[in-house]
């Protein structure tokens, strides 16, 4: 058979050959890379999330001897424990709308700032977040309390002094110092997206700031409160630092109670039973916003 007789690949065919042995090699090494870095992830999530799950689960639906029971969960219905959750969610809703209160006029002003400016502002702002929450709370209790610091102040001006140490009132305070800046972030992240262009057509059309505000700010950064108002409400239900130190012990909270039964009681059962139906509050909250923002979205692409 002569030279001529061979059939010769299609032009681009040899070379694409040549070029696809190579990449399953490159594919598989990039997927077990991946799987490399992703396994301390998965060991971190494992021992650190699914294991103290499992056995918060273990211990909530079983006695002592082991047995399966709802008491532990049922317990939630102690007048006791019912009022607690009750005030760790009135609290925990109070201390949430203040900080949307006080964060979002302070969004809108680093909005309106340059970027370097905002961004010292915003870093001032969280610098005492690099100090620990519980160092913070305890110098709120020293400046607070009865012959602290801004009573000391108060009598040197000559006005009465203040006696919210130990009353909700400053527990409400200590949570909005502690997790404001969880709000402000989210928020300000959110409006710095908005065009500038959208809020110029809103006055050009004779829009006022209020207007302005309710019909194209409030709406577009709707994604920026729903975050904000769930890193605030979850740590602020969850909470018994804040309350134990600014409470002084008279304000309990559900987290004090579970607390309680941890390190005072040693009634594990009980204690893992009330931390599930927490966690069903704090899901069902977190449900809640998921559902509102996705909702939220939904309109704005009809729209």
């Known amino acids: 058979m002569s030279s001529l007789d061979k059939k010769e690949p299609p032009a681009g065919e040899g070379s694409t050959a040549a070029l696809a042995c190579p990449v399953r090699p490159r594919v598989s090494k990039s997927r077990l890379m991946r799987e490399l870095l992703a396994g301390p992830f998965m060991a971190w999530i494992i021992i650190f999330t699914v294991v103290p ?25 102690n007048p006791i424990y019912f009022k607690a959750l009750v005030l ?11 900080c949307l209160l ?9 909005r309106g700032m340059k970027h370097g400016s905002a961004g010292a502002i915003v870093f001032i702002f969280v610098l ?7 160092l913070r709370t305890i110098a709120w209790q020293s400046l607070l309390e009865k012959e602290g610091v801004i009573n000391g102040l108060l009598g040197v001006l000559g006005l009465p002094g203040i006696g919210i140490i130990n009353t ?20 300000y992240n959110a409006l710095a997206k908005i065009d500038d262009d959208i809020i110029d057509a809103s006055h050009d059309l004779g829009a006022n700031f209020w ?22 409400f979850v740590p602020s239900l969850t909470t018994f ?5 600014l409470g002084g012990g008279k304000v309990a909270l559900i987290g004090n109670l579970i607390e309680q ?4 009681s040693y009634d594990w059962n009980t204690g893992a039973g009330l931390s599930i139906v927490l966690m069903v509050f704090v899901l069902a909250s977190m449900a809640v916003m998921n559902a509102f923002d996705k909702s939220d979205m939904a309109s704005r692409k009809v729209a």
């Open 53 to 77: 799950l499992a056995l918060m689960f273990s211990r909530g639906f079983t006695d002592k001897a082991g047995s399966f029971t709802l008491d532990n969960v049922m317990a939630i219905t």
């Open 88 to 98: 760790a969610l009135e609290l925990s809703v109070v201390a949430t709308v203040v």
């Open 102 to 110: 006080l964060a979002y006029p302070l969004a809108l002003i680093l």
């Open 128 to 134: 005492p977040m690099w100090m620990n929450s519980l």
């Open 168 to 187: 909700p009132a400053a527990v409400v305070l200590g949570m909005v110092y502690n997790y404001l800046p969880f709000m402000v972030l989210p928020l």
């Open 211 to 232: 207007a302005t505000l309710r019909h194209v700010l409030i709406p577009q950064s709707v994604a920026g409160i729903v975050s904000g108002i769930t890193m605030v």
């Open 241 to 245: 630092v804040v309350s134990d130190i």
């Open 261 to 264: 039964q941890f390190t005072v």
